[in-house]
T-cell receptor
Framework: DAGITQSPRHKVTETGTPVTLRCHQT?????MYWYRQDPGHGLRLIHY???????DKGEVSDGYSVSRSKTEDFLLTLESATSSQTSVYFC??????????FGSGTRLTVV | GENVEQHPSTLSVQEGDSAVIKCTYS??????FPWYKQELGKRPQLIID?????GEKKDQRIAVTLNKTAKHFSLHITETQPEDSAVYFC???????????FGQGTRLTINP
């Protein structure tokens, strides 16, 4: 497909539990991103990575952490999930010149 | 920080007519402006992009124009078809960083 996969596709979790979303790419792109999509807000950047072990915060990073130990994997962790983190999460990759390629998304529901 | 405003939030046009979506950006150093189409339940997909050294770019029925002085850019879809119905997002690059800021999206509906 697009060389980028997200897992899981859907998840329901309880408030206060930790959750990890995975993004895996086969394109060997340097840049990886996590966005959340909510009605009326478009796509908002949570965290991004510009290389192995190199990450930075986006505009809505509170309550989230990330890790990138290999070029192909970028993990997003919600340390203690809250209802406000119910959203659709998209991972994206870029070679730094062309636009992003997005993953299929993870629909997360926190109850 | 960089801000991108997108209008309108919803747009309904008759099949065969043209549709125009407009975006404004705040950072004069932005130099890359992509547009994404997102069908219901699917991922956003890049449909066209433009860089700051170009004023207009076309790809079949879609075109993008850029006015750097006014800091706005627009997506034009001609001869609209039912399959053009989707949510469209504009975005602008952030100076010095390989990341994009997105507009709020436009839901385009093509009426048969």
């Amino acid at each position: 497909d697009a060389g980028i996969t997200q897992s899981p596709r859907h998840k329901v979790t309880e408030t206060g539990t930790p959750v990890t979303l995975r993004c895996h790419q086969t394109e060997n792109h340097r840049y990886m991103y996590w966005y959340r999509q909510d009605p009326g807000h478009g796509l908002r950047l949570i965290h991004y990575s510009y290389g192995v072990k190199d990450t930075d915060k986006g505009e809505v990073s509170d309550g989230y952490s990330v890790s990138r130990s290999k070029t192909e994997d970028f993990l997003l962790t919600l340390e203690s999930a809250t209802s406000s983190q119910t959203s659709v999460y998209f991972c994206a990759i870029s070679d730094g010149y062309y636009g992003y390629t997005f993953g299929s998304g993870t629909r997360l529901t926190v109850v | 920080g960089e801000n991108v405003e997108q209008h309108p939030s919803t747009l309904s046009v008759q099949e065969g007519d043209s549709a125009v979506i407009k975006c404004t950006y705040s950072d004069s150093a932005s130099n890359y402006f992509p547009w994404y189409k997102q069908e219901l339940g699917k991922r956003p997909q890049l449909i066209i992009d433009i860089r700051s050294n170009v004023g207009e770019k076309k790809d079949q029925r879609i075109a993008v124009t850029l006015n750097k002085t006014a800091k706005h850019f627009s997506l034009h879809i001609t001869e609209t078809q039912p399959e053009d119905s989707a949510v469209y997002f504009c975005a602008a690059s952030i100076q010095g960083a390989q990341k994009l800021v997105f507009g709020q999206g436009t839901r385009l509906t093509i009426n048969p």
